[in-house]
Nanobody, 121 residues
Framework: QVQLVESGGGLVQPGGSLRLSCAASGMIFSINAMGWYRQAPGKQRELVANIISGGSTNYTDSVKGRFTASRDNAKNTVYLQMNSLKPEDTAVHYC????WGYGASRPRDYWGQGTQVTVSS
């Protein structure tokens, strides 16, 4: 009933930029937080950045100053602008949203399908 659709991954050289987008659709009453996680081969999934409904944004230390998360509440969409990309940013990036459905007693976690970001020369 709720879908997260991602776009914008790909292959980029070190120092390059990419912009990820994620749109939520379906039976959505409200969204608490939207953000991005990533998982590199052999590693655990980690938070990259998220935006809470009040506007506060959190970043993992390794991307501070390089990545910028933004959110369009009218479109239920979250973006991740990634600049100065490094090979260690290579991972599958997943959109996440904590969503209240109509009549729900608590918000639920929803995940996108994942988009590959590869940083390589």
């Amino acid at each position: 009933q709720v879908q997260l659709v991602e776009s914008g991954g790909g292959l980029v050289q070190p120092g390059g930029s990419l912009r990820l987008s994620c749109a939520a659709s379906g039976m959505i009453f409200s969204i608490n937080a939207m953000g991005w996680y990533r998982q590199a081969p052999g590693k655990q999934r980690e938070l990259v950045a998220n935006i809470i409904s009040g506007g506060s944004t959190n970043y993992t230390d390794s991307v501070k100053g390089r990545f910028t998360a933004s959110r369009d509440n009218a479109k239920n969409t979250v973006y991740l602008q990634m600049n100065s990309l490094k090979p260690e940013d290579t991972a599958v990036h997943y959109c996440n949203a904590k969503i209240w459905g109509y009549g729900a007693s608590r918000p639920r976690d929803y995940w996108g399908q994942g988009t590959q970001v590869t940083v390589s020369s």
